[in-house]
């Protein structure tokens, strides 16, 4: 079974960045794609940015294009969330995910991924 764990959340300010990182084991790391999702109070969880497991074609959401980008390191089992110029909107927990072998829906589909980190918090103040 993959194990997730995120970490790298933290208390910023507006305009500020953040690193965040997913460190994987147990399934072989390279063979899956890998997303961000985030969920904020009272909100459902939404898509942040995927990479499919080759690292060739990146997803984002339109609300954080151009700000925030997805890379991954498979020699570590590594994930990671580079953020910048971030919002009060962008305050959330924010969680990594591996996609399942199987799955058939699109990369920036929650449905896609069956494995989930514990998820980090982010909060950014005005």
């Known amino acids: 079974q993959v194990q997730l764990v995120e970490s790298g959340g933290g208390l910023v300010q507006a305009g500020d960045s953040l690193r965040l990182s997913c460190t994987a084991s147990?399934?072989?790391?390279?063979?899956?794609?890998m997303g961000w999702f985030r969920q904020a109070p009272g909100k459902e969880r939404e898509f942040v940015a995927s990479?499919?497991?080759?690292?060739?074609?990146?997803y984002y959401s339109d609300s954080v294009k151009g700000r925030f980008a997805i890379s991954r390191d498979n020699a570590k089992n590594t994930v990671y969330l580079q953020m910048n110029s971030l919002k009060p909107e962008d305050t959330a927990v924010y969680y990594c995910?591996?996609?399942?072998?199987?799955?058939?829906?699109?990369?920036?589909?929650?449905?896609?991924?069956?494995?989930w980190g514990p998820g980090t918090q982010v909060t950014v103040s005005s």
């Open positions: 995910a591996a996609r399942s072998v199987f799955a058939t829906t699109p990369m920036t589909s929650l449905s896609s991924f069956d494995k």
């Open positions: 990479i499919r497991r080759s690292a060739d074609i990146t």
């Open positions: 147990g399934r072989t790391f390279s063979s899956s794609g």
